[in-house]
């Protein structure tokens, strides 16, 4: 059973920082292009950051300057180095896993890690 396993959420002061981490199990990693997603209450989910197979990445206006990410196919994981949060940040973010083999697509997410930016 595929697993994504997301770490590293918690309360944050603005302006703090914080790292997620999302810990890919029963995929072959390295063929997936990986993202975090986020979702604050009352709105739909967005993407924050993607991070292809190839190396390409693509983040939100938001965020740009600020968060990070980053992957380490050698422990089949996906970071999100977030700076300078904002109260705006707040949301539950969520690491996803998609690709295509051989015509199928194939589209994993984790079970959501929750960041709060608040005095």
């Known amino acids: 059973q595929v697993q994504l396993v997301e770490s590293g959420g918690g309360l944050v002061q603005p302006g703090g920082s914080l790292r997620l981490s999302c810990a890919a199990s029963?995929?072959?990693?390295?063929?997936?292009?990986m993202g975090w997603y986020r979702q604050a209450p009352g709105k739909q989910r967005e993407l924050v950051a993607e991070l292809t197979a190839g190396g390409s990445t693509n983040s939100v206006d938001s965020v740009k300057g600020r968060f990070t990410i980053s992957r380490d196919d050698t422990k089949n994981t996906v970071y999100l180095q977030m700076n300078s949060l904002k109260p705006e940040d707040t949301a539950v973010y969520y690491c996803?896993?998609?690709?295509?083999?051989?015509?199928?697509?194939?589209?994993?997410w984790g079970q959501g890690t929750q960041v709060t930016v608040s005095s």
């Open positions: 996803n896993a998609r690709t295509m083999i051989t015509g199928i697509r194939y589209n994993y």
């Open positions: 029963r995929i072959p990693f390295t063929m997936y292009d």
